[in-house]
Structure formats: structure tokens, C-alpha cells
């Protein structure tokens, strides 16, 4: 859904499916993307990055796709169990800089 | 993967109080350090970049005096709030970026490993 104020975007998903969380990212110039999870009341953790001379990258359950052309980046995760529930937040930096966040999005998996 | 502490992980402190909140990076040495502001159920926002053995770098916005950060060595930072005030309270995350090429803990140079945070509340 939108995020109006302070509400978070939500996905709400089953125990089991495939999840796929997006993120549009506003620099073109940016050349270094993360993904992060924040689990309640705990600082984010890393899941995965990619750098723009790439389109994919592949983790354990995860995938990072980057459009460039749409300045579009998103995080698939396979068979979602409910540890899986946290805000996801993806993040963008170019050259050494420093991080930006995006507004992050909350997946809720029930079991 | 790359470990980072903070201490402590929450305080209550009386307004006008000032409040020290320490970052360290255990199993690797950190040249930079980040220190970001969470408001609940918002994105964090980067307060001030911290370099080992110089000045800190803030962002527009945020009073330097106020938020007085020191990253005294390569796996310490830390963020004193003084005269911290109600509109003070937060979440405080600290971040570490590690020296060097990646050492397989999955990300890059250009990562940055998250502290669990510190929740300041001022009465």
C-alpha cells in the first residue's frame, strides 16, 4: 500500500511464498545499493548489496534486482518464513559517500 | 558478519542532563563511523560522519554542540547529547565501515555495519 504520514508500507504474505519488496531510488548517479532488515527495537542488519555494473545478485533465500533504467531496485525472498517479519529498508551511496535510506516497508508473514 | 556494539542500549536520563552513548566495532577496525537518528516507524537519518582522528562531519541541520561525537580510535565512536531535552528522545544507531577489501562477510568496502541502537528517553 502508499505510506501516508507515519505509516509504513506493508506486505502481508503467507508462511511459504515468495516475497519481492521494491524500492525506487531518486540518484542516478548512485553506484552502491544494500539491502537491510530492521527487526523492532534493533539497529538494521545487512542482507545483501550490489554494485550498478551489476542487475542481479543471489544470496541464501535472497535476490537483489537493480533497473537502472527505471532507477528501480528490488529484494525478492524465497519461501518467507515469519522470521522474515521486520521493515525492510534499501539504501543507495555513490562512490564512498555516505548512505541514503529509503523509506522502508514493512513484511509481515504469518504463519 | 561484522559486529558492532553500542552502549548502552537505552537510557533515561532527566532534561538538561548530558548523555554519552559508545560505539564500537568488535571484530574489525573502523576508519569511519555514522551516526543516524530513528524516529518510530520512520527511516533513519544520518546525523554526523566520524573519522578516526579528526573532526566530525555533520549534517545540515544538527548542532554540532550539541551532539558532540569523539572516534578517539579505529573501533571507537562516541555521541554525547548534552543539556539533552523531551525532544531529544530517540533511537540512536551508530554505523561502521571497515578499512580495506571485504573480508567475506558478504558485503563491500562500502558497507556499513549496524549498531543493535541506543533508546534515549529525557523526562
Known amino acids: 500500500g502508499e505510506s501516508v504520514g507515519l505509516h509504513l508500507p506493508t506486505l502481508s504474505v503467507q508462511e511459504g511464498d515468495n516475497s519481492i519488496i521494491n524500492c525506487a531510488y531518486s540518484n542516478s548517479a548512485s553506484d552502491y545499493f544494500i539491502w537491510y532488515k530492521q527487526e523492532s527495537g534493533k539497529g538494521p542488519q545487512f542482507i545483501i548489496d550490489?554494485?550498478?555494473?551489476?542487475d542481479k545478485r543471489q544470496g541464501q533465500r535472497v535476490t537483489v534486482l537493480l533497473n537502472k533504467t527505471v532507477k528501480h531496485l528490488s529484494l525478492q525472498i524465497a519461501a518467507t518464513q515469519p522470521g522474515d517479519s521486520a521493515v525492510y529498508f534499501c539504501a543507495e551511496s555513490r562512490g564512498y559517500s555516505t548512505l541514503t535510506f529509503g523509506k522502508g516497508t514493512m513484511l509481515l508473514v504469518s504463519p | 558478519g561484522a559486529v558492532v556494539s553500542q552502549h548502552p542500549s537505552w537510557v533515561i536520563c532527566k532534561s538538561g542532563t548530558s548523555v554519552k552513548i559508545e560505539c564500537r566495532s568488535l571484530?574489525?577496525?573502523?576508519?569511519?563511523m555514522f551516526w543516524y537518528r530513528q524516529f518510530p516507524k520512520q527511516s533513519l537519518m544520518l546525523m554526523a560522519t566520524?573519522?578516526?582522528?579528526?573532526?566530525?562531519?555533520?549534517e545540515q541541520g544538527v548542532e554540532k554542540d550539541k551532539f558532540l561525537i569523539n572516534h578517539a580510535s579505529l573501533t571507537l565512536s562516541t555521541l554525547t547529547v548534552t543539556s539533552a531535552h523531551p525532544e531529544d528522545s530517540s533511537f540512536y544507531i551508530c554505523?561502521?565501515?571497515?578499512?580495506?577489501?571485504?573480508?567475506?562477510?558478504?558485503?563491500?568496502?562500502?558497507?556499513?555495519?549496524f549498531g543493535p541502537g541506543t533508546r534515549l528517553t529525557v523526562l
Open positions: 571484530d574489525f577496525q573502523a576508519t569511519t
Open positions: 554505523s561502521a565501515r571497515e578499512i580495506g577489501v571485504g573480508s567475506g562477510r558478504g558485503g563491500s568496502t562500502d558497507t556499513q555495519y
Open positions: 550490489i554494485r550498478s555494473n551489476m
Open positions: 566520524s573519522n578516526e582522528g579528526s573532526k566530525a562531519t555533520y
